[in-house]
């Protein structure tokens, strides 16, 4: 059996950190990823209906752990899931590196709340599986098919579906114009500099949305709740 120490717990290509209660309980419920270890601070009330999935448990004091941001007094550690096949499944987001793991764990949780099916993430983007984004996203990401790509001008070439760029310029289609099909995706941009020239070549449009011209730019995890209402409002047939 694997030993977790909470001091030297680290972001693993191999395993989720997940905090709270409610995380770790939406976790468990998702059969693809298995329930490792759980850390649980003295000072809660103990779980107990969590006690039958975790192979073992450890009670410590987490005020006593230096440097420690453990606010909800539960850790559970679960061994990660293959990421699956490059299989897209519309409509589907893809992030272009969007480097904020606030962002990404707001996207995840707006698009999946809105019945987005797939998400990726090329290599200039944080992992949705980094631990501050599962505490954003609130354990979403089990709702969704998620991948990596490290060659995303070659995704967009061979993808089946339509794929759509975001960025506020002159030459985009306003969001108001826009009548996004029904089975396709669309691109949310680095925080800094929006998408990567070369990819929005490959885009079958580029979209934005209309603010005021002093403000120039959103948030990335609110441009994507944007975006993604009005395809769940607006998308075609």
Same mark, same amino acid.
């Given at each position: 059996?694997?030993? $977790?120490?909470?001091?030297?717990?680290? !972001?693993?290509?191999?395993?989720?950190?997940? *905090?709270?209660?409610?995380?770790?309980?939406?976790?468990?419920?998702?059969?693809?990823?298995?329930?490792? &270890?759980?850390?649980?601070?003295?000072?809660?009330?103990?779980?107990?209906?969590?006690?039958?999935?975790?192979?073992?448990?450890?009670?410590?004091?987490?005020?006593?752990?230096?440097?420690?941001?453990? &606010?909800? +007094?539960?850790? +559970?550690?679960?061994?990660?899931?293959?990421?699956?096949?490059?299989?897209?499944?519309?409509?589907?987001?893809?992030?272009?590196?969007?480097?904020?793991? !606030?962002?990404?764990?707001?996207?995840?949780?707006?698009?999946? +709340?809105?019945?987005?099916?797939?998400?990726?993430?090329?290599?200039?983007?944080?992992?949705?599986?980094?631990?501050?984004?599962?505490?954003?996203? /609130?354990? =979403?990401?089990?709702?969704?098919?998620? $991948?990596?790509?490290?060659?995303?001008?070659?995704?967009?070439?061979?993808?089946?579906?339509?794929?759509? #760029?975001? @960025? =506020? !310029?002159?030459?985009?289609?306003?969001? @108001?114009?826009? =009548?996004?099909?029904?089975?396709? #995706? $669309?691109?949310?941009?680095?925080?800094?500099? +929006? /998408?990567? *020239?070369?990819?929005?070549?490959?885009?079958?449009? /580029?979209?934005?949305?209309?603010?005021? !011209?002093?403000?120039? &730019?959103?948030?990335? #995890? &609110?441009?994507? @709740?944007?975006? @993604?209402?009005?395809?769940?409002?607006?998308?075609?047939?």
């Amino acid at each position: 059996m694997i030993k $977790f120490d909470i001091n030297s717990l680290k !972001e693993n290509d191999d395993y989720i950190l997940a *905090d709270s209660y409610k995380v770790v309980e939406k976790i468990i419920l998702n059969s693809n990823y298995k329930p490792l &270890h759980l850390f649980v601070d003295e000072n809660i009330e103990f779980p107990n209906d969590l006690k039958e999935f975790f192979p073992s448990i450890s009670i410590i004091n987490f005020s006593k752990i230096p440097g420690s941001k453990y &606010h909800k +007094g539960i850790i +559970g550690i679960f061994e990660k899931a293959p990421l699956p096949n490059a299989e897209i499944v519309p409509p589907f987001v893809i992030l272009n590196g969007v480097t904020s793991p !606030e962002n990404v764990g707001a996207i995840v949780r707006t698009i999946s +709340g809105l019945g987005f099916k797939t998400l990726i993430f090329d290599n200039k983007s944080v992992s949705p599986f980094l631990r501050r984004c599962i505490r954003v996203s /609130m354990g =979403n990401f089990v709702f969704l098919n998620i $991948f990596k790509t490290d060659q995303l001008d070659e995704l967009i070439r061979s993808c089946p579906y339509p794929i759509y #760029g975001t @960025a =506020n !310029e002159k030459n985009s289609t306003s969001l @108001a114009k826009w =009548n996004p099909e029904k089975l396709s #995706g $669309f691109i949310i941009g680095s925080e800094g500099h +929006g /998408m990567d *020239d070369t990819i929005k070549d490959l885009c079958e449009l /580029m979209v934005k949305i209309p603010i005021k !011209e002093e403000v120039q &730019h959103l948030n990335a #995890g &609110h441009s994507c @709740a944007i975006i @993604a209402s009005r395809y769940l409002f607006d998308s075609t047939k």
